[in-house]
T-cell receptor, first 116, second 115 residues
Framework: DTGVSQDPRHKITKRGQNVTFRCDPI?????LYWYRQTLGQGPEFLTY????????KSRLLSDRFSAERPKGSFSTLEIQRTEQGDSAMYLC??????????????FGSGTQLSVL | AQSVTQLGSHVSVSEGALVLLRCNYS??????LFWYVQYPNQGLQLLLK??????LVKGINGFEAEFKKSETSFHLTKPSAHMSDAAEYFC?????????????FGKGTHLIIQP
């Protein structure tokens, strides 16, 4: 078990460009979450998958954001027409579905996005 | 809706002193409460959690927290701080029943350990 991995670690882009991030969860976890964290704030929930189904989306997730988990394994988060306000750390986490494991998330190190 | 409030964005203690990080929650249903820690350049990791049962829960690295329903609090403590405890600490809440909702995190408390 190598933990949750995210790629890339850092991304610098110009305003208006599209970016895509990848997350590989812990292999036996069927739940996958995306969070966003800005300086001085805690992680903010964006969206959640159980297997390949996207079950929950935050109001924070505008139409420019889309997430997929096509085979219930890795996930991608795409931001179209990036804005400077999108600059943040994007965190991926995974967890087991067992009730006793509720809330026990395993986080990746994140992708730091800077929009110039 | 649920939320957590962490009092103090920065807390500074001397090495060997008591660590107390405060967290108050708001939830319309019985909460599940968590403390996560984020060391520099590392991902968040779970320190401890309260779901049901014993209200005093123990976690890794000598930390513990007590769920006090009457005070809607879940403060994190450690009797004796160590330099390696310097990190960002986040309180978080979710609830049973819904089962799948993501955690709601507080803004975090940066713990500084003075030598």
């Amino acid at each position: 078990d190598t933990g949750v991995s995210q790629d890339p670690r850092h991304k610098i882009t110009k305003r208006g460009q599209n970016v895509t991030f990848r997350c590989d969860p812990i292999s036996e976890h069927n739940r996958l979450y995306w969070y966003r964290q800005t300086l001085g704030q805690g992680p903010e929930f964006l969206t959640y998958f159980q297997n390949e189904a996207q079950l929950e989306k935050s109001r924070l997730l505008s139409d420019r954001f889309s997430a997929e988990r096509p085979k219930g394994s890795f996930s991608t988060l795409e931001i179209q027409r990036t804005e400077q306000g999108d600059s943040a750390m994007y965190l991926c986490a995974s967890s087991s579905e067992y009730p006793r494991e509720l809330g026990k998330l395993f986080f990746g190190s994140g992708t730091q996005l800077s929009v110039l | 809706a649920q939320s957590v409030t962490q009092l103090g964005s920065h807390v500074s203690v001397s090495e060997g002193a008591l660590v107390l990080l405060r967290c108050n929650y708001s939830s319309s249903v019985p909460p599940y409460l968590f403390w996560y820690v984020q060391y520099p350049n590392q991902g968040l990791q779970l320190l401890l959690k309260y779901t049901t049962g014993a209200t005093l829960v123990k976690g890794i690295n000598g930390f513990e927290a007590e769920f006090k329903k009457s005070e809607t609090s879940f403060h994190l403590t450690k009797p004796s701080a160590h330099m390696s405890d310097a990190a960002e600490y986040f309180c978080a809440v979710t609830y049973s029943g819904g089962g799948a909702d993501g955690l709601t995190f507080g803004k975090g408390t940066h713990l500084i350990i003075q030598p």
